[in-house]
Each structure stands twice: as structure tokens, then as C-alpha cells.
């Protein structure tokens, strides 16, 4: 008998009000539901009800057996449910490249190993397989949606979209010629056959990429300004990611590149500003004003000893804080469990207050203020009734997990992403029990290994 | 037919040199063997032929299996074989206090939560059951043996030798009446106790753990330091944990501690000092000089705001730094590889150099360094010959873990806790595919939430 309507009959003998059951598509039944919005840290012993892509309600357990006739039910007695995890900035593909070259200063990583890596091997392929990787890492991982910078965004978005991944697909500009374009007017014109492609999309958006203010000169920012005003369209910028990159923009320009950009309109509230970990006293009541949004990176700005973003200061001063790992390459992974965890410690380190940026801000960071920088707060980002089922539960009954005092906090400090069991995006199930619906592992680790044997070939050499 | 003979069967078959045929206990073969010695970085295609508790052999994979006849062959073709870990300072019980208080001062944290919670909750039952909970939590991440302090030594220790984890029992010492003694000559006669009980066990060792320099005076820690001499133990201490703690010493005594505990006899190569987040200009090479060995705790130290140990300025002036996660309240895991991750992010932020503290150096702390600094580096800490096979398999076959490029950086910027699928401490299996073999998971789950279920209630009373 399907599901359905044994659920039904046996609500009729229950309470004889079939009239009043709705039927839907699922039935989440969780032992904690931590929304995040601005009513409730936890729920405890709710239901969420999903309807084709949408959430349509979050009730009590015991109210939603009599409301809801569910197609899939499904019980989590020792879960929370979070909303999916919001990756705001990263470069997929380059999960190629973890672990390539570690332990070095920013300069030669770079320089002597990931530049001349990109140079010979990134191409379509490359940017398909790298960019499954990462997808199959991050949805394993809690996250349903992450906002991307690298070449080949067509393939990006591609693969994203076949999959079922929601994604932000940035549009890479650079002022030098690549494998993608040879020019900022080809860089604009490839991008924005991309948007074309993809608009009205209920995964994919797309937002526009200048790589950094040291390596995109004024006249194709205006240019990039001018559209994204007419289109609708966010920038997502490194922007003062060491000291080094400020001091030399002075020495250069005679002026910072926040205030460059400033006096170039970029300023807006569809500025994601990453890295940020140079902020003089000017600068965060400018970004506040501006509406501008700050993506944090700790463990690629740790581990590349780039500087510390004073996410505290940034968020009293009212500006949106969204958090981000970076690629594998710098980081070496993609975990925003690991991510909000680090988060929360080197806040609290670097500002010598244990109480700096607590469980309950940096879980914020990784959905909610991740959504609003991306420009889709209000159709995803938290649990809440109309907005797309977006949804992780974490087991916390663990080795690893137990006792359990406070489920918000818990999940920050003590789960990780391997206690992530189930994962939907805009309400279909993308992982079951820790497997993944759309992709093949085993085909894709293979893949990745036989890339990965000529870039090892190639770096030795 | 038993393996052992089918072994030698096949073997004479193949060879014809049965009189040259070994038969050994376990040939674990490995596509990595990250060996922690002093002659190479990684061995590819290795096996490490065990028998009994010992590792009496490590060899490539072509000519172990004309050389040994084992009873139980183990291949792990995308697998590193690491030495065991070992958490060089916790408080193992106190996993059931995990996310009792989070995002709290120190003082706080210490005044309003843990301490009228142990006043309240901590038996020998408490003990037993938190101690256990610590140890699966430990093997399951790759830790075979931890360095302990905390009250009711004797049950951690009964506890830690029933399960076959190897461990150093923190005798504990403090100047006020607690559950375990009332003064400290009663700490010090159930120290001896413990100590007299565990002589010569091969997993058990025992030092003295006066708790801090601010909770203990000078007679005890004099009488420490004769008994320490005398029956050759090792003395575990927090020391300069925050900058508070030296102020107050300062204002109190006229001295810092440190210097305080060189006046007493204590810098001796069997002082093991944890935290040390404060080191002034002359402190470095006195430990250095003294052969004291200092204990790094990053997590608990940045969660709690407590202070950042110089290691790379500890490494360079030839002091021995090992690594420990401090108790699950404070970190809020006994992860070793997040551990690892952490210090070498740590270092490399607070220094500003991307090539502080590298994998490779953190790895040496979190094995041989720990066990140089609880005095079994004869017998543990490296996989060598004639050592205990102290031995962990760790998968890099996962989407978490592929590509590899460098097993040993991978180890600690790339694979996590969830990735260790086998352990062996002495010689015995303790964790096969990642079910634990001398702990029942489940009926350990209950008796934790049974015991949190109370100091849940309290807390919030």
C-alpha cells in the first residue's frame, strides 16, 4: 500500500477528519529543528513539511500527523535539522590542487605552483570533474549552495545545475588573457552569455567576478558597475586580502582599494567584499553605510598567514558577515562545519574574548547573512515557511555527539561534517544515510585521480 | 584451513624457502607508511610486519610476503599507516561536561558551570563512564594513548587498561578538599596507590599532576618533586595558561610562576608544562635548558581567549612541544587531527609566516613529541622496530581525500577523524572499520544520557 494513503487511512480511524489532511510530498520529523530565524534558537520534537520544492510549514510532532498526509516520511529522532550551509565563497574546480602545495608564503605558493598548474592544466575537463569534486564534498558536507569564482563558469553552472546544486556562478574577469578569454571585453561578453543562459534558473544565479583590485583596472570595473546596475547583477571581489595588497595599491595609486573602488560606485549592497582582513577605522562605518557585504575565509587567510577579518567590529557595525572556505587549495577542504568552528575560535583569540562571535553568529554567518550577500534571503538561508526546502540534518547520536546540552552551540563546537546524514536542496534528497543521489563516487574519484596524476607529473618536474 | 597455514603453503608452493619463512601475528600492507622516524618522510607500497604487541619489521610490500607467513594479512591500497596519536593533556571524564557552557569567559565558564557541576556530579561512576566515553571517542579518531588529569585516577586508569588504551594517569593535586581527598597528603597516599597499583603495566604509566602553580603551594610541590625523583616520575602541570594567572602571581608572590617553580626544583626533563600561552624573553631557553617539555593545547586556548603558545619560537630554541586537545569542555572534542590542523593554522596566522610550524612539524607533535614528553618515546610514538605497534590506518580513498599529492601534509591539512578506519594499540586491533572492539557504542550512549539527563537539570536550575 503506498505510503500515502495507508497515512491517510490511518488517520481517518484516528480522528475521522480526513477532510482536514493535506496531502504533501514529505514529512521531516526531527528531534531538534534550529531554524535560524529571529523567533526561535530550537525547536524541539517539530515537523517540517516540504511540498514539491517549497517548505510549507514547521510545526510541533504531534500536530503534524494529523495535518499532513506525507508521500515520504521520514524520522530523525536524535537530529537536528539546519538550514543547508551557505559556502559564500570559493573556487570549485580548484579541488584539483588540494594538498598540490602547502606550507609556503602566499608569493610562491602562487607563483610557483598554482599559477603554472592553472596555466597547463585548466580546461573544460579540468573545470567539470573539479568542480564535481567539490560538489559531492560540499553536499556530503551540509552545504546547499556556494558561491563561485574560476574560469569556464559555463561548466560550473553545468554542472551545479545537473546535479541539483543551488550555486552563485561568478563571472571571472582578470585584466591578463586566460584559457577562458583573452580580453576584459570577451571575459564580459562569455560571461554574460552565461547569464543568459541561466536566467530565471531556480538553482543558478550568476554574479559578476572581478578578480581582485590589483588585477582589474578602472575602465572594466565601470563597465562591470554599469551592468550589474542595469542587470540586476551582485560583484563578488577579493578585496584587501593581505597587507601587502594595501600597501602596494598605496604605493601605486596613492590610495587604498577600498577607497579606489568606492570612488569607482562599487560600493553598493551587491558588493560581496572577500577576505577583507585590512580594515582601517574609515572603512567598516563606509561598508555599513554602503550595505556592502563582508565573505570571512579563516582557514585560507590562517593558513596563507594573509591577516585576520575583525569580523566582531564588522558585525556590531551592522555590516552582513558571510562566511566562506575558499578553494581546497589553501584550505585544504571545503567544510563549513570546520569553517564555523574555526570561525568562532579565532574571533574570540585574536580579540582575547571568549564570548567574541558566539555558536549562534557564526551559525548566522554560514546560512542566513550567507544568503543575503548572495541576494537569495528570501528564498533560502533558513528554515522558514516559503522558502525552498534547503535542508541538512546532523546526527548527534555519535561517539562523537553525545551528551547533548545545547543543540545550537553543539553543533558549532562538537558536531562536524561527517554527522551530516541527509541533505535536500530545493525539497529533493541530494544525499540519503551519508550517499549521494546524483553523483557516482567511485566514477568520480576516478576521474579525479587520473587529472590529478599528470598535475603530480607536472609539478615535480 | 587456519590462514597461518595457508600462508605457508602457498608460500612454499611459490618459493621453495620455507626454513626462511617467518610466522608473525598481522602484515598490514599500505599504499603509505608515514613512519615519524628520523630517516624518511613516507614509505610507498610498505607493509609493517607485527608480532605479538611489537613491530618487528617495516619493509616493501614485494618482499614481506616472501619473508613473512602471517596470521592475519591486511591490505590497504589508498591507505597511510600512521603512528598512533597521543593527546598529550586532557581531562578525559569531563566529556560528559561537552557543551555544558560554550561562548563564555574563562572565569564564568569555570565560577557558574564546571565547577558546581563536578562539585555536584563527579564520582567514581561519573568517572568511569566519562573516561570510557573519552577513550571511544579517542580510538575512534586515531589516539592511542592520552596523558590524564583529573580526580579518581584509579577508575581512569582501570578503565583506560580494561579497553587496552594506553594512557599516563595524572595523579591530581590540589591545595582544597575535593571528592577524591581532603588534603594533600590524602592526595598524595591514593596518588602512591594508583601508582603502586599500575608498576610495570604495559599500557599504564602514572606522573604526578599537581593542578597549577595558583592551586597548589610550595610544600606539596616540594614533596612532589622528592617523591618524582625517587620513583622516577613525570610531573603534569598547567602553567601560564593566561595572562591573568601570571599577573596575579606576580602581584601575589613578586615572582611569576614559572619562575617561582625553577626555585622549587621543577624545570627537570620530567616537567610537563601545558598551555604556556605566556613566555617572556628569558623563559624560552630556560625550558629549553631544563629540558622541561611543553604541552600545546591551541583549541581550548583560542576558545577559551586564553592566549597563544610561541611554538615555533619553542621549536627553534630546541624545546620539545607536544600536542593536546585539553578536556571536550573547552574544545569541544578530543580530536587529535583537528589538533594537528589548528597549531599549524595557529602558528601560522599569529606569526604572519605561511611556513611556521609546518604539517610535517605537527605531526612529530602530535606522536614522538608526546611521547618523548610522557617518557615512553623508547617504546611508542614512531613506527620503528622493536617498538609497540601503536598503529593507525587512516582511508585517503574518500571524496574528502582525493586527489593526493603529499600523503604527510594531506594527513593534517586534508583528512579529518572520520577518516581513520583501523587502530591497534600494543598489537591488538582496538577499532576495525571503524566499529570499536572493546567498547559496546550503544549501551555507552545510554549510560551518558542517562548521567547528562541530571546535569542538564541542574545547570539550568
Known amino acids: 500500500m503506498p505510503d500515502k494513503i495507508r497515512q491517510k487511512l490511518h488517520s481517518t480511524c484516528a480522528t475521522g477528519m480526513v477532510a482536514t489532511m493535506k496531502n504533501i510530498d514529505t514529512l521531516l520529523h526531527a528531534r531538534w529543528v534550529i531554524p535560524v530565524d529571529n523567533k526561535s534558537r530550537y525547536l524541539e520534537d517539530h515537523c517540517i513539511a516540504i511540498d514539491e520544492d517549497k517548505i510549507i510549514d514547521i510545526l510541533p510532532g504531534n500536530q503534524a500527523a494529523e495535518k499532513y498526509s506525507a508521500s515520504v516520511n521520514r524520522s530523525y529522532p536524535q537530529h537536528a535539522l539546519i538550514p543547508g550551509l551557505i559556502n559564500s565563497h570559493t573556487h570549485a574546480a580548484m579541488n584539483l590542487f588540494r594538498g598540490l602545495a602547502d606550507d609556503l608564503s602566499l608569493m610562491d605558493w602562487l607563483e610557483n ?20 569534486l567539490a560538489i559531492a564534498e560540499m553536499i556530503r558536507s551540509g552545504t546547499t549552495c556556494f558561491n563561485d569564482m574560476y574560469f569556464f563558469p559555463d561548466i560550473t553552472a553545468r554542472v551545479a545545475a545537473d546535479v541539483g546544486m543551488r550555486a552563485s556562478v561568478g563571472l571571472i574577469l582578470i585584466d591578463f588573457p586566460t584559457v577562458w578569454a583573452n580580453n576584459s571585453d570577451e571575459y564580459i561578453d562569455k560571461g554574460l552569455a552565461v547569464f543568459d543562459n541561466y536566467k530565471g534558473h531556480d538553482l543558478i544565479k550568476t554574479a559578476f567576478a572581478p578578480h581582485a583590485p590589483y588585477t582589474v583596472s578602472d575602465e572594466p570595473l565601470k563597465h562591470i558597475r554599469t551592468l550589474a546596475d542595469e542587470l540586476e547583477l551582485n560583484i563578488h571581489m577579493h578585496i584587501h586580502e593581505t597587507a601587502f595588497e594595501v600597501s602596494e595599491a598605496k604605493k ?12 569607482l560606485g562599487l560600493l553598493t549592497p551587491a558588493l560581496q567584499a572577500v577576505h ?34 575583525p569580523v566582531n567590529q564588522l558585525l556590531d557595525a551592522g555590516v552582513n558577515v558571510a562566511l566562506g572556505t575558499d578553494s581546497s587549495s589553501s584550505n585544504n577542504d571545503l567544510d563549513m562545519f570546520g ?32 544568503a543575503r550577500a548572495l541576494g537569495i534571503d528570501e528564498i533560502t538561508g533558513s528554515l522558514e515557511i516559503g522558502k525552498f526546502a534547503d535542508i541538512v540534518a546532523v546526527n548527534f547520536d555519535t561517539i562523537e555527539t553525545v551528551p547533548v546540552y545545547d543543540p545550537v552551540s553543539h553543533l558549532v563546537y562538537c558536531s562536524s561534517r561527517e554527522h551530516v546524514t541527509d541533505v ?9 544515510d551519508r550517499v549521494l543521489n546524483t553523483i557516482d563516487e567511485s566514477r568520480l574519484k576516478q576521474d579525479c585521480n587520473r587529472i590529478s596524476e599528470n598535475i603530480r607529473i607536472s609539478d615535480r618536474s
Open 339 to 370: 569553517e564555523m568552528r574555526t570561525a568562532a575560535l579565532l574571533a574570540k583569540i585574536s580579540t582575547m574574548d571568549a564570548t567574541a562571535v558566539s555558536a549562534e553568529q557564526v551559525l548566522r554567518m554560514a546560512t542566513i547573512n550567507g
Open 276 to 309: 577583507m582582513t585590512q580594515l582601517d577605522e574609515d572603512e567598516i562605518p563606509l561598508l555599513a553605510s554602503a550595505g556592502s557585504h563582508v565573505i570571512h575565509c579563516p582557514e585560507s587567510n590562517m593558513k596563507l598567514a594573509s591577516g585576520i577579518c
Open 113 to 132: 605552483h598554482i599559477w603554472p598548474a592553472e596555466a597547463q592544466h585548466v580546461n573544460e575537463a579540468f573545470v567539470h570533474t573539479g568542480t564535481e
Open 252 to 263: 601605486n595609486n596613492g590610495i587604498r582599494p577600498l577607497t579606489r573602488l568606492y570612488e
Open 424 to 432: 535536500w536542496i530545493a525539497g529533493k534528497q541530494r544525499l540519503t
